[in-house]
């Protein structure tokens, strides 16, 4: 330090919130200081520069705190030096003459604004007054956050005037109570309670509540702002509803913006910062100290939708007050008791000091406060401050390297719709409240559910295959190693076992067991049950008997088919139907092979599909044939090369099989049942069409080597499904079949195989991360809700609902 060592009065230890804010202020490496806090009021009348300057150095004599500089280097923990003595740091300017005299004064103020501090060499505040002409000055003083918080402002402002008026006699002013009395307060209290009540009330807390990265920069930049201030009516009732439940208005602002964080960031337990003022009551005279002891602590707030907003608040308030005690604990303390090295990265302010700048101008006969305009920046990305009034000001400072603008936007308006929510109807759910405005609820809902129409013809699917059938009797329909069968042959066989079904009970609303190995034989058996007016259930035979058994058990059904070799591993008591028994198989051949005709509506079952459930259990989900229907008219539609080789490589229990299966056949395509292994030999029909054009496969497939079937992979088409889709893994498989378009599907069972696809066109680059989804297709629409069922705002996580034509049924 500069100051002589003959100068020191007194070597300090620091408070928990000073040791945070030097160290984040000594590692901070850019070109502006996080803590440099400003304050400019503008007088009017002639100012006596002597006196004002004589005014601070009595203020700098007064305050002890005025006069701290920081020592650290080489020290296990650092110290506060004060300096019994230091010289006004001042400056005066003159902006009078200049073209635009309040451009030429901003453009000092802002570049004072932005001076750093030294933090070894006192004093850490420094004095500006410039001349503006006309009678009008400006008055700036400055200072590192470090010594004093904006309470103490208040303080040292009507000092400072009373001085300038006393021509810096301080006799008339009472004794200054030092701040190292609440050091002494402060090293009293009990941490280790502290530690248990800090833990108890964060307990439970998995994760940091983050608006931007994690781990994010502490850069120093000027933030930007959005302002918004709520009518003088709501602002009323806000008032008269915190008196009413017996909480503070700026409980009610806390838990408006614990609201817009969990409809912001997707989560129903969420922890932000707020600033409190620090001041132990128990401490006489503490109202009139100067010094830091404002501090920042966290607001934990946990949201049920079905809480009423009047419930939110007082819950709150109440939770609140039981750590009014411990205040006094830092944050980064608090933050370790807590398990994690950081719990959130936006804060409130809420500015209630005690500054009237009217009550100031008795203090001249000659000058007049015309205005009072504090300034200062924060490492937070987020921060809102909010300013008590006749109407409640809600001012959104933000990094704009790190929040955009809209989002910025959209916090404002989310916390005026909540706010003003609390006033009309308290004892509304919280989960009701609209945090939308019209027009992006109506991008959200509508505009981007606006995907198109894609013409679907009339009549069912089997009427669709059936026309096919008419156009291309004679083209291969169906594709199984030596086995082939054309349009016609499969129509035939389908519409004679259909006839056999019939005759067995089968028609609308039947489930129909199928437990057969890939062969010619499945697809048949699959539009044989369409044709009978059924519903087929398929078994993979490779299942483990266990499920098997599960599944035909809970679907069942009215009858299943099979092949001899795989019937001994059906449970017992089913109705059977053998494909292979010599009596089924005369019975098919003695039946008529023209079309059969069931009047099956749209909403009958069409198919059943067991997956895992969310209970570990198989669930079934029944799909209407309209459902079916919807999605492969689409799918015929987008992916062109389904009218040529079509591979399928997975189990038909799986509804990923159903694109690749049923679209060829609606659009004179050629199915190819492969097996997924290493050597398999393509069959003529598949090498004669030009080989394979299209495949659906899971994206865990592309990591496989092998490829679907012998190393055969599309030329035209890969569409992936049932799981996420990695970019890497993606471009890793797209280095070796460049010339591919990749579809990217998504969507679950129940709503009927996809709902969503995203194309990647051959040349076309992929991010590192997910793959995305896409688009909704013409017949479904998505929605991402919060969990109040309500739509969530852009970028904003949450559960997606689907709608739509492919809702399966009882959803």
């Known amino acids: 330090m500069s100051t002589q060592r003959r100068n020191i009065a007194d070597i300090l230890p620091l408070s928990p919130l000073q040791e945070g804010m030097l160290f984040h202020s000594i590692r901070d ?30 203020l700098l004599r007064r305050h002890a705190n005025l006069r701290v500089g920081f020592r650290h280097e080489g020290l296990a923990q650092p110290v506060q030096v004060v300096a019994r003595s230091v010289t006004v ?117 998995e994760s940091p509540t983050l608006v931007g990265p994690a781990g994010g920069s502490h850069t120093a930049v000027v933030p930007e702002s959005v302002t918004v201030t709520l009518d003088a009516d709501t602002t009323r009732e806000l008032g008269r509803c915190a008196r009413e439940w017996g909480v503070t208005l700026n409980t009610v602002v806390q838990a408006a913006w614990g609201l817009m964080l969990s409809w912001t960031t997707g989560r129903t337990d969420v922890v932000f910062g707020a600033t409190v003022s620090g001041r132990p009551a128990e401490l006489a005279g503490v109202e009139s100290m100067v010094g830091l002891f404002i501090n920042t602590l966290p607001v934990r707030v946990s949201v049920d939708p079905a809480e009423s907003l009047k419930d ?77 009034g006749a109407e409640l000001t809600l001012c959104v400072k933000y990094q704009p390297h790190v929040i955009d603008p809209e989002d910025a936007h959209r916090y404002t308006d989310a916390l005026q719709r909540i706010l003003t929510a609390i006033t009309r109807a308290p004892d509304g759910p919280v989960g009701r409240v609209d945090l939308l405005g019209a ?28 026309r096919q059938v008419g156009e291309t009797p004679d083209a291969v329909a169906v594709v199984c190693g030596d086995a082939e069968v054309s349009y016609a042959e499969l129509n035939a ?42 519903a087929y259930v398929p078994v993979d035979p490779e299942y483990p008997a266990e499920r098997i058994g599960y599944v035909l058990g809970d679907a069942a059904p009215a009858v299943t088919v099979t092949t ?20 089924t198989v005369e019975a098919c051949a003695r039946r008529d092979s023209s079309d059969v005709v069931v009047g099956v509506p749209g909403a009958g079952a069409a198919y059943v599909i067991y997956t895992s459930g969310s209970t570990g259990r198989p669930k079934g989900v029944v799909v209407s044939r309209s459902s079916v229907a919807a999605y492969v008219g689409y799918a015929a539609g987008a992916y062109a090369d389904m009218a040529g080789v079509s591979l399928v490589g997975t189990s038909v229990a799986f509804d990923l099989t159903v694109t690749g299966l049923f679209t060829p056949l609606v659009c004179g395509g050629c199915v190819w049942l492969a ?25 865990s497939h592309l990591s496989l080597g092998s490829g679907p079937a012998g190393g055969v992979w599309p030329s035209g088409t890969l569409v992936t499904g049932g799981e996420a889709l990695r970019g890497p893994v993606l471009e890793r498989w797209r280095a070796e079949h460049p010339g591919v378009r990749v579809v990217n599907a998504y969507g679950p069972t129940e709503g009927t195989v996809n709902c969503c696809d995203f194309v990647v066109e051959a040349g076309e680059a992929v991010g590192s991360g997910a793959v995305p989804i896409g688009r909704p297709f013409p017949h479904a629409r998505v929605y991402v809700l919060d969990a109040g069922l309500r739509p969530v705002a852009p970028g904003v996580a949450g559960e997606l609902y689907i709608a739509g034509a492919g809702v399966a049924r009882g959803y």
């Open 493 to 534: 066989r389908a519409n004679r076992l259909a006839r056999v079904l019939v005759e067995r009970g089968v028609g609308a609303e039947s489930f129909v067991g199928v437990v057969l190995p890939r062969s010619v034989e499945l697809v048949v058996a699959l539009l044989a049950v369409w044709k009978a007016g059924g």
């Open 89 to 205: 740091p001042w400056r005066d300017e003159d902006v009078s003459g200049a073209d635009d005299v309040e451009a030429a004064a901003a453009e000092l103020v802002e570049a004072d604004r932005w001076a750093r501090f030294d933090l070894r060499r006192p004093p850490l505040v420094r004095f500006t007054l410039i001349r503006l002409g006309g009678g009008r000055s400006r008055f700036l003083m400055t200072h590192h956050h470090i010594l004093w918080d904006g309470w103490s402002s208040s303080v040292l402002l009507r000092e400072l005037l009373w001085l300038y008026r006393e021509g810096g006699d301080d006799r008339g002013l009472p004794q200054v109570r030092p701040f190292k009395d609440y050091l002494g307060w402060l090293a009293d209290r009990d941490r280790d309670e502290s530690r248990r009540v800090w833990r108890d009330a964060l307990a439970g807390v």
């Open 312 to 388: 939110l608040v007082t819950r709150l308030q109440r939770e609140q007050a039981q750590l009014a005690d411990h205040h006094y604990a830092g944050l980064a303390d608090v933050q370790r008791w807590a398990g994690h090295g950081e719990l959130f990265d936006t804060v409130t302010v809420f500015e209630n000091y005690p500054f009237d700048a009217e009550s100031l101008e008795s203090l001249f006969d000659d000058v007049r406060v015309a205005g009072v305009e504090a300034q200062s920046a924060t490492h937070y990305p987020v921060y809102l401050l909010a300013i008590p």
């Open 564 to 583: 001899r070799a795989l019937a001994g591993v059906l449970p017992a008591g089913l109705s059977v139907l053998v494909l292979d028994d010599a009596g």
């Open 675 to 699: 097996e997924w292994a290493s050597e398999v030999r393509v069959p003529a029909a598949v090498v004669a069409a030009g080989g394979v054009s299209i495949a659906k496969v899971t994206p």
């Open 29 to 58: 490496e850019g070109p502006t200081d996080l803590y440099v806090r400003q304050l400019a009021f503008d007088l009017d009348g002639e100012v006596d520069r002597d006196r004002l300057h004589a005014a601070a150095e009595a």
């Open 439 to 466: 027009d992006e609820r109506k991008r959200i809902t509508q505009g981007w559910n606006d995907t198109g129409v894609v013409p679907v013809g009339p009549g069912s699917l089997v009427d669709w295959f059936v």
